[in-house]
DNA sequence: TATTGACCTTATAGTAGCTTTATAGTTTAA
DNA sequence: TTAAACTATAAAGCTACTATAAGGTCAATA
């Protein structure tokens, strides 16, 4: 299996497989005589799971910590769940501050309608004024 | 007023204020004869007003855009209103998709104790197999 | 006077996770 | 045979800074 069929089974491009290559995240494949990469179905899981990991919010370093539970698969499952943990605080926090990010710009934006001249609208002057009451 | 008192004034580092005039955010000041920045009150307000927009989550595109609309303030305000509204529903699904994903995370992690070894974690086997229904 | 320290200058590289571009070699179908 | 489609590498671009390097300027101090 080459680079392109790869990338389609996977939904990925090309390009993007080479990084994942290049950062360590795939193993480097066999080459053809003329230099083009062979992949084997491995290659094909490896990259879902990486992908899979990506959807999930993580990170390239995360998931290579992941990566490297999997090959040491008798130690306790502590860390992976770790991992998670964090990863779903941090999830939640970013989730609060974009919340409470909506609120501003909500009350912000309810300081003007669209009938006024830019000089007199209520949006500018409130970001100018810094009327800005932080979380 | 130098480039150290204007960055503590308010609150950033001086490389980014050089940064800011690069971007052509802030306009260039005048220099001194030994080649320093010399900043007046004007360009004190103008990094402020950046600022703000950055602390509402306002990319420096948009921020050109909004001192775009200050530099002709006698057209309608419509345009800022909507690149408001834009910014609005953009951390809205920003929001939804975080949501969804907090699920997705917390059910992946209640597939799994910590008193497994890794090779039998539900969490690792959960991004495995893909169990991953999609929004 | 010499030097130390705090400040300023420019230019360059690094961060994350790719995407894009440039340049070039290879394979395959018409 | 020639053009399309594929592959390769290397390097730059994206966002919004932050950090580092190497050096010039200035005031106070020993």
């Known amino acids: 299996m080459r680079i392109g069929q790869l990338a389609q089974l996977v939904g990925v491009e090309t390009q993007t497989i080479r990084f994942y290559e290049q950062q360590g995240l795939l193993p480097p494949p066999d080459r053809q005589d003329?230099?083009?990469?062979?992949?084997?179905?491995?290659?094909?899981?490896?990259?879902?799971?990486?992908?899979?990991?990506?959807?999930?919010?993580l990170s390239l370093a995360e998931i290579h910590e992941l990566q490297?539970?999997?090959?040491?698969?008798?130690?306790?499952?502590?860390?992976?769940?770790?991992?998670?943990?964090?990863?779903?605080?941090?999830?939640?926090?970013?989730?609060?501050?974009?919340?409470?990010?909506?609120?501003?710009?909500?009350s912000l934006r309810a300081s003007c309608n669209d009938e006024r001249e830019v000089e007199a609208c209520g949006v500018l002057a409130g970001i100018s004024e810094g009327n800005m009451h932080q979380q």
């Not at 698969?73 to 502590?78: E, G, M, S, V």
């Open 34 to 57: 003329n230099g083009y990469r062979v992949y084997t179905e491995k290659h094909g899981e490896g990259l879902a799971f990486i992908r899979r990991c990506r959807i999930l919010g």
């Open 68 to 106: 490297s539970y999997q090959d040491d698969p008798h130690q306790p499952c502590t860390a992976v769940n770790a991992l998670l943990d964090d990863h779903i605080s941090h999830v939640r926090s970013q989730i609060t501050a974009l919340q409470a990010l909506e609120k501003q710009l909500v």
